[in-house]
Structures are given as C-alpha cells and as structure tokens.
C-alpha cells in the first residue's frame, strides 16, 4: 500500500512538472507573439568609395563623384553598402505590470529583397537584447552587394537611381523587405519563430 502510494505521489509530481512546462510554453509563445519589428531606415550609404547621404538626384554629385564611379562601372563592378537599421519593440508588459523580462534575440537569420528580387542574406553576429518595458531597442544590419551583378538589366543611371529610392534619399517608391527567422532565448530555451517574418518600414510586424 505504501509502494502504491509512492508510485502515484511520482505520477502527481510528473503531471504537475508536465503541466507547468505546458503552461511555460504557452505563455512563452504569447511573449514571442508581441515582440514587433519594422524598418527604420538606412545610414552610411556608399556607392563605390562615393557617400550617397546627402543626394536625392544624379545631378547631386560632384563631378569628382561621377569620376569615381565611372571608373568603377568601366571595371565592371559598382558596390553598395549600407547600414540597414531595423527596430524592435517587446510589449510584454500585461496586465496592469509596468515592464516584463527583456527578450534577447539570439540568431536573426535574414534576408533582403529589393524590387521584388532578393539580394543578399546574413544574420546578426551578436545576441541583441529588447527590454520588456516597450522601449524600442535597434538591430543594425549590414548590407554589401555588387549592383551591376544583382541587377545586370539596369544601365548606370538606372541602378543609380534603385539605390537613391530603395534608400530613402529620392521621392520615388522601390519596394525594400527584410525577412526574417527570429531566434529568442526564454528561461526553457532558445526558441525559434514558427516561421518567417515580413519587416517593412513604417508598419510592426510580428
């Protein structure tokens, strides 16, 4: 009697432990469901050894410039590098409480598409931790890739103005997406998001 006694002690003990990994998940899973992130913007945007930052227009730079990148175009090759920054928010606070536990993004698998065409992929080199107060904290994604070789039907001045307006620095509209596979680490674990995200500027996604 004593054994059996025992023996469902054990399997109280088991269900309870099962339970309360179950409830873990779920609400771990309901933490990673309100994390958001969106596009902020670019910064140190280069074309060749040329700073784009402060052009909107072809007609913006200097003839020192249109040299530079001349002899480029004639070697058959004309980079872009940029920093793409991406925002990321944790509104995990619920319930009336004024923060939660911060989430650290652990591996951030991506990859970028520009007017519909993807360009490059990476992921970031270091953990990057969001407070859980809703205070937005910022993943800076280095970008680098060759124009002339991703966009090979575009002539100089078409691959120029891509880079003016996926970049912000033009008027005109050019689609830049940034997607992503999230790895977040929670107290049972590193969990990965079920599947990709879509991160566009001006709109959180999650």
């Known amino acids: 009697m004593k054994k059996a006694g025992v023996v469902l002690s054990g399997i109280l003990i088991a269900l309870m432990a099962v339970t309360f990994v179950q409830c873990s998940l779920i609400q771990t899973f309901i933490n990673l469901s309100r994390v958001k992130f969106k596009l ?53 606070a619920a319930n009336g409480k004024s ?6 993004i652990t591996s951030f698998p991506w990859r970028l598409v520009v007017d ?8 970031i ?15 800076p994604i280095q970008i680098g890739f060759d124009l002339m070789k991703t966009f090979k039907d575009k002539n100089y001045e ?6 003016l307006r996926a970049t912000g620095r033009s008027t005109g509209s050019t689609s830049l997406e940034l997607y992503a ?26």
């Open 40 to 92: 902020q913007g670019v910064e140190n945007v280069y074309v060749g050894n040329v700073s784009v930052m402060n052009k909107t227009r072809l007609s913006d730079f200097s003839p020192l410039d249109a040299l530079q990148l001349t002899a480029s175009v004639l070697k058959g090759t004309l980079p872009v590098t940029f920093v793409l920054n991406v925002n990321a928010v944790n509104p995990n």
């Open 99 to 104: 923060s939660a536990p911060s989430a650290t």
């Open 116 to 123: 519909n065409k993807e360009v490059l992929t990476g992921n």
């Open 125 to 139: 080199s270091q953990p990057v931790t969001i407070p859980g107060n809703g205070q937005q904290a910022n993943i």
């Open 158 to 163: 078409g691959l120029m103005d891509l880079v």
């Open 181 to 206: 596979s999230p790895t977040v680490r929670t107290e049972i674990g590193n969990i990965g998001y079920p599947g990709e995200i879509k991160i566009i500027s001006k709109e959180w996604t999650n």
